[in-house]
């Protein structure tokens, strides 16, 4: 009966059933929707090619860097802090502006804000842990 149990517990584990949660530490990433706001213009949406964004990223939080999976945009972002509140990993940085990014560790629903002088913008996408 014990190896039974053992059995069931192990199948629950690997198909991702059940309540326990195993964080990865790389996610491929495709970002999808872009929002570009100024203080006097608002909000507008964007194309992720107008933002000169990746259309696909992939995040490394161990070596805490993002990756563009990109043949046209070929850019490298340092990540400089990885916090996991329960449910989600919030990563940080600043490269010419300030960012955070958000991703639900369960749904794989990512959002990411930048914020520099004078301007903001939102994007979101979609990730699958690797």
């Known amino acids: 009966m014990a190896k039974y ?5 192990a199948v629950m584990i690997l198909a991702g059933g059940g309540s326990i949660s195993f964080a990865a530490d790389s996610y491929t990433c495709a970002l999808s929707r872009a929002y ?14 107008d ?12 070596g ?6 990109d043949k046209k945009i070929t850019k ?5 802090a990885v916090d996991r509140p329960e449910g989600l990993i919030v990563i940080h940085g600043a490269e010419h502006r ?30 699958i842990a690797e």
């Open 64 to 69: 805490k860097v993002i990756n563009s999976l």
């Open 36 to 49: 570009n706001c100024f203080p006097d213009e608002g909000c507008r949406e964007r194309t992720i090619e």
């Open 5 to 9: 149990m053992a059995a069931i517990f």
């Open 98 to 127: 300030g960012w955070s990014m958000v991703i639900g560790e369960e749904s794989g629903d990512l959002s990411l804000s930048v914020a520099g002088d004078g301007e903001a913008f939102t994007v979101f996408g979609k990730c």
């Open 51 to 62: 933002m000169e964004l990746p259309s696909f990223a992939r995040i490394d939080l161990k």
């Open 76 to 80: 490298q972002t340092k990540i400089a």
